[in-house]
T-cell receptor, first 114, second 113 residues
Framework: QQKVQQSPESLSVPEGGMASLNCTSS?????YFWWYRQHSGEGPKALM?????GDKKEGRFTAHLNKASLHVSLHIRDSQPSDSALYFC??????????????FGAGTQLIVIP | GGIITQTPKFLIGQEGQKLTLKCQQN?????MYWYRQDSGKGLRLIYY???????QKGDLSEGYDASREKKSSFSLTVTSAQKNEMAVFLC????????????FGEGSKLTVL
């Protein structure tokens, strides 16, 4: 059973709109989260990490973490066609050498419609 | 900056064949990883190497061998390819194992006939 679940599987938003992606961990030990983005034909690239409760903003991207529910979300403001990609949520235990041992969700395919 | 180079980009094999994928990084990173990507299943960790001469099993190590020949290179061997198997194998590196910021290559696509 996958320890990190993402929803929705696929999401379409108009250019300039807001995209909201969700992720939940079923393992209480996984409290450190990353968002990765993969464009077609490329490897995933790290977007941002979030380790503390609350919001973290980087440009048009805002991540929100609720540690009590182990739920993390990613919100993309003013979505651009170049944001169309597969988005992965990844979680780790965060204890010493476990930080780099990421567990990935199945991904959300984002399509931004011009 | 740096780059992860995976070879070959495409690999076609026969059932039962032993197949090897290679990965090189010039970041001078300590830690390297091999992930398998299947449609609808995300990325699953096969093997990782914390430093040169180290080897750690991931969640999907059965059916695979790995070798960290030197700091900059990490190889993965499919010990016996399964008929109709199709997957993308992704190599990644990180500065140390104490970070979740991984840098990925573009992947090697395996097709087994």
């Amino acid at each position: 059973q996958q320890k990190v679940q993402q929803s929705p599987e696929s999401l379409s938003v108009p250019e300039g709109g807001m995209a909201s992606l969700n992720c939940t961990s079923s393992d209480r030990n996984f409290q450190y989260f990353w968002w990765y983005r993969q464009h077609s034909g490329e490897g995933p690239k790290a977007l941002m990490s979030i380790f503390s409760d609350g919001d973290k903003k980087e440009g048009r991207f805002t991540a929100h973490l609720n540690k009590a529910s182990l739920h993390v979300s990613l919100h993309i403001r003013d979505s651009q066609p170049s944001d169309s990609a597969l988005y992965f949520c990844a979680a780790s235990e965060g204890r010493g050498s476990a930080l780099g041992r990421l567990h990935f969700g199945a991904g959300t395919q984002l399509i931004v419609i011009p | 900056g740096g780059i992860i180079t995976q070879t070959p980009k495409f690999l076609i094999g026969q059932e039962g064949q032993k197949l090897t994928l290679k990965c090189q990084q010039n970041f001078n990173h300590d830690t390297m990883y091999w992930y398998r990507q299947d449609s609808g299943k995300g990325l699953r960790l096969i093997y990782y190497s914390i430093t040169e001469n180290d080897l750690q099993k991931g969640d999907l190590s059965e059916g695979y061998d790995a070798s960290r020949e030197k700091k900059s290179s990490f190889s993965l061997t499919v010990t016996s390819a399964q008929k109709n198997e199709m997957a993308v194998f992704l190599c990644a590196s990180s500065r140390t194992v104490n970070t979740g910021q991984l840098y990925f290559g573009e992947g090697s696509k395996l097709t087994v006939l």
